[in-house]
């Protein structure tokens, strides 16, 4: 290990420390130089019993989420190798019944083809007793036929819907199940062997040895529980039966080699490897940094940084690799944290590898609660419209349910809204917090979402 090896090592073992004394993460962190650990240490628990607590091991296996997306990419990859497509083939040519047309490869590949949400389409049209799979996903667009967001390549927006298609584009092109393949063709070549395609709640069996629970806390049930436990997350069971866009199973030392499989030309051939970590290229010539799976971006002293986050109920999880520096950083935790704690995490892991000194993170903060009723609710209930930058719409709907205060958006997702002032309320499920504003004739005209380090304002549509 050289000097500055050692230095890294003895900074990321100071980190460590803070960690552990603030107990705000619960989880498996990995650095890596070159592909040895720097630091790979498991903290807090994997299962909470009805007799024990199992403890985490760096050899837990985590569900990834959506760091799931970069490996389904990499089976399409595996397929342009073996001569099976090309990056601008019609997605038509094996999904006839997909009522969209011009959609290429590419640009489910690259989050450019203006998919509708089938999130927000389960929420509204599925029958939530049933677990839908992959091709129920592609029946529901066929036969309801939501919108474009807009026609390919005319715009970028993360679609959860486009690595649905590409699981299903796998199986039709290979002939094999999206699971075997991708154990075929990437898991065991690369002697990934606690690596697998997990979805529990629809196949129910024997639960991988050493596996990672993921958990979310709820003042309303004393503690941490399962996200089945909480009515509003009824979602995790409906979805569970789902893959492409999640539900790789994963360690953190089978993502450290996933991680050196994509450095050898042996596994990958340079020129697709180039392809995948470049931004992809809007039809009005702007760029978009995302590649083939991948979030790329340039750290001031790192260097070219391709990325990868995820998260569902329980489980928050990143893949990043410095690839100008041949570095990498794992983080898989399975008990829900505030976001802006994984942020100041991740700065301080980035500060001790460029040389700098490090600000620990600062411990999450334990909010406190306050009682109110029902008539103080009264001036909150109603429909709100969020707006981005791109004039993008979201409505958001705010009731009440079981004396509590709700929110559910256009999308179907939906939150319970936990008081901590008169007017400012907390959201577990995102970590994030929520106020009610301009307050006139006995009716808020403004919400306003403080989402960690941005905000996003709402005005009242009714």
């Not at 500055?4 to 960690?19: N, Y």
Request: proline fraction near 5%; hydrophobic fraction near 40%; charge should be negative.
């Amino acid at each position: 290990m050289t000097g500055k090896s050692k230095d890294r090592a003895t900074q990321l073992s100071v980190l460590l420390g803070h960690i552990r004394e603030q107990e705000s993460f619960n989880g498996v962190i990995l650095v890596a130089e070159q592909g040895e650990p720097l630091l790979c240490e498991a903290v807090g628990v994997a299962e909470l019993g009805q007799e024990q607590v199992r403890m985490l091991t760096t050899d837990s296996m985590f569900e990834l989420a959506s760091v799931s997306k970069p490996i389904t990419a990499l089976g399409i990859i595996r397929l342009h190798q073996l001569g099976k497509l090309e990056w601008d083939d019609p997605v038509s040519r094996w999904l006839p019944e997909l009522p969209y047309t011009d959609i290429t490869i590419r640009h489910l590949l690259t989050h450019t083809s203006g998919l509708p949400d089938y999130i927000a389409l389960f929420s509204e049209k599925w029958n939530h007793a049933q677990i839908a799979v992959n091709h129920d996903v592609l029946e529901s667009l066929a036969a309801h036929r939501p919108a474009s967001l807009f026609a390919p390549n005319d715009r970028w927006m993360y679609s959860n819907t486009g690595y649905i298609m590409l699981a299903i584009l796998i199986e039709r092109i290979s002939g094999h199940s999206y699971a075997d393949f991708l154990s075929d063709q990437i898991f065991q070549p690369l002697s990934m062997a606690r690596t697998r395609v997990y979805n529990r709640r629809f196949d129910p069996g024997p639960v991988p040895t050493n596996y990672a629970w993921g958990y979310v806390y709820r003042l309303e049930h004393g503690g941490y529980v399962l996200p089945d436990a909480v009515p509003e997350m009824n979602y995790v069971h409906y979805l569970d039966g789902l893959q492409g866009d999640g539900m790789v199973n994963s360690t953190a030392m089978d993502l450290l080699r996933l991680d050196r499989a994509l450095y050898s030309d042996k596994f990958i051939d340079p020129q697709l490897r180039e392809a995948m970590f470049t931004p992809v290229t809007l039809h009005n010539g702007e760029a978009f940094d995302y590649g083939f799976g991948w979030l790329i971006e340039q750290h001031p002293q790192l260097g070219k940084v391709v990325s990868h986050s995820g998260g569902w109920p329980g489980y928050a999880t990143l893949l990043k690799r410095y690839i100008e520096q041949n570095l990498t950083l794992i983080l898989l935790q399975n008990r829900e944290r505030d976001y802006a704690y994984t942020q100041q995490l991740i700065r301080s892991v980035e500060q001790a590898l460029a040389g700098e000194q490090i600000e620990a993170p600062r411990a999450t903060v334990q909010r406190t609660m306050i009682p109110l009723s029902a008539e103080d609710y009264e001036p909150f209930l109603g429909e709100y419209l969020f707006k981005d930058e791109q004039e993008q719409s979201l409505s958001a709907e705010v009731y009440m349910k079981h004396s509590q205060l709700c929110m559910r958006l256009g999308n179907g997702m939906a939150f319970v809204l936990l008081p901590i002032s008169p007017t400012r309320f907390y959201e577990q499920q995102t970590a994030t917090e929520l106020e009610f504003g301009e307050i006139e004739t006995g009716k808020s005209s403004r919400l306003i979402w403080y989402d960690h380090e941005s905000q996003s304002v709402a005005e009242r549509m009714q």
